[in-house]
């Protein structure tokens, strides 16, 4: 079958799963910790470089140029909490998240609204990071020839608009306002800047595949077992060092298979 059949039907299942062991076993934790640590660290920092030949700048007027514009007013931006929508996060602390998040759901997204500009940050771009349940077909309906997991494609197979959920259907309770899945078609680009109004981070592996599956999808039940076996040795460990076994002889004397005798 096509990547879209393969993939969407079991996606919910190996999402749970995947998010299972990255809070419960230590060696899908381990993965995880590691990937995000060695591509993102710290957070991957902004080095301007201009092309000084097309520009026609001297070594000195491109260095100006870095250090006095370009460098300062990004940091403004991205060193400051304001950036992202909640403001719990700055930029390099969000590119951890979003990456940690694409490995354990497959996928997950980045709106781009626009905020309020304040005495302290003078620009109205933020950052909102959805993950990967948030984004799905309108009121839950059966994928079609146009709309899968939530993306609506063009005829050439190009991503247009995603529906994104007013919540995460995860966290929605009987009785609760509004519907479970209830949202809005965001489209790829603003209607007139074309700016870009939502990201879509995944890896995708297979040609038409509209979303991401789990980093640790392949090995899901292979590591479990692994966690449960370990679970078990370290349980019989710990049976094994409260248990005390004590010998009783008529007459009093240590067992010669204590010492040493035949």
């Given at each position: 079958?096509d ?25 899908a ?27 026609g ?6 260095a100006?140029w ?35 998040a ?6 997950c ?5 626009d905020?309020e500009?304040?005495?302290t ?5 933020r950052?909102q990071?959805l ?9 839950g ?13 063009s ?12 919540q ?7 009785g609760?306002?509004?519907q ?9 680009l603003?209607?007139r ?41 370290i349980?019989a ?16 004397n ?6 040493g005798?035949t």
């Amino acid at each position: 079958r096509d990547a879209r059949s393969d993939t969407l039907h079991r996606l919910p299942t190996q999402r749970g799963a995947s998010r299972e062991l990255a809070r419960t076993s230590p060696i899908a934790v381990g993965a995880i910790n590691t990937n995000v640590d060695r591509v993102v660290g710290t957070g991957l920092a902004l080095s301007a470089q201009p092309s000084r030949i097309i520009l026609g700048w001297s070594a000195d007027q491109a260095a100006e140029w870095k250090a006095r514009y370009v460098q300062p007013e990004f940091s403004l931006w991205a060193d400051s909490t304001d950036s992202d929508i909640e403001r719990t996060l700055t930029f390099y602390q969000q590119q951890a998240l979003v990456l940690r998040a694409s490995l354990e759901s497959g996928d997950c997204f980045t709106m781009l609204p626009d905020g309020e500009r304040t005495a302290t940050m003078p620009y109205r771009l933020r950052l909102q990071v959805l993950e990967a349940d948030r984004c799905g077909n309108p009121l839950g309906q059966a994928d079609t020839a146009t709309i899968a997991g939530g993306v609506r494609r063009s005829a050439s197979g190009a991503p247009e608009s995603y529906f994104i959920y007013d919540q995460h259907p995860g966290g929605w309770l009987p009785g609760a306002s509004g519907q479970r899945f209830k949202g809005e078609w965001i489209d790829r680009l603003g209607s007139r800047s074309s700016r870009r109004r939502i990201l879509h981070h995944r890896r995708k592996r297979r040609p038409e595949q509209p979303r991401g599956t789990p980093y640790l999808a392949p090995i899901v039940d292979c590591i479990k077992q692994i966690a449960r076996y370990t679970e078990a040795e370290i349980m019989a460990a710990v049976i094994t060092a409260y248990l005390t076994v004590m010998i009783e002889t008529p007459t009093g004397n240590t067992p010669p298979i204590f010492d040493g005798g035949t």
